[in-house]
């Protein structure tokens, strides 16, 4: 079976660990997509997320989180996997603010019954920490979260598409529900602006999980 290329300045604990994680992927999803189709998302995520995050200590744990997302999505937007939940993907610029907060007010009114992921056109290495901060004075669980690239992958996988400032980033795809909200991007404003933002988003992803009710388990 082929294997991926690992970047030659990634350390040797970085190098076992992603080994290990990417040879359980391997296991998990070559029966199901082959296993070229799986070399070739472990390549391309490891282009991705060692080139933008060096010898970052998050590299290997990223890597394996974003690599897992990829192939899930590529198994729904196959249909080789039924979806359990509606999948609904929020894409701004950088996925560093109003993507994460929309998708951490979802996750948390849907309580397991809607599936979200989030994506950036131009990802940021890091959560914008004005929003991390706000996130948690309301509550919002969001320490798992991180900024990831867009890609065809996650759009095909969706249900339901909602931009954020980028409206013309992702191609319509017939079937797939499509939302354009217009709402400022957080980067640079003070605390207070970015509460705003937030009780905004918080009336806009509360109709959208009543819009997704029928779709709902």
């Known amino acids: 079976m082929p294997t991926s290329s690992l970047p030659e300045h990634l350390d040797a604990a970085t190098r ?3 080994e290990r994680d990417f040879a359980d992927l391997r296991s998990e999803y070559a029966p199901l997509l082959g296993a070229d189709v799986v070399e070739q998302c472990l390549q391309a995520t490891l282009d991705r997320m060692t080139s933008a995050r060096g010898q970052s200590p998050f590299v290997p744990l990223l890597a394996q989180r974003f690599a897992r997302e990829q192939l899930g999505a590529l198994a729904q937007g196959e249909g080789l996997v039924d979806k359990t939940v509606p999948e609904v993907l929020f894409v701004c610029v950088h996925d560093a603010g109003r993507s994460q907060i929309a998708a ?16 950036g056109t131009s990802p940021t ?3 914008n920490p004005r929003v991390a901060e706000v996130l948690d004075q309301r509550g919002l669980f969001h320490s798992g979260a ?4 867009l890609t065809d992958t996650v759009v095909r996988a969706a249900d339901v598409v909602v931009t954020l400032g ?11 529900e499509r939302f354009d909200w217009d709402i400022p991007d957080p980067e640079g404003k003070q605390p207070a602006d970015i509460a705003a933002i937030c009780d905004d988003l918080e009336l806009r992803v509360a109709e ?10």
Do not use: F, N, W
């Open 16 to 18: 076992r660990r992603l």
């Open 104 to 119: 951490a007010m979802l996750s948390q009114r849907a309580r397991g019954t809607v599936h979200v992921r989030t994506a």
């Open 125 to 127: 290495s890091d959560i």
């Open 146 to 149: 991180y900024a990831k690239p």
């Open 166 to 176: 980028c409206a013309d980033a992702v191609t319509p795809i017939a079937g797939q």
């Open 208 to 217: 959208l999980l009543e819009h997704l009710r029928p779709l709902r388990p």
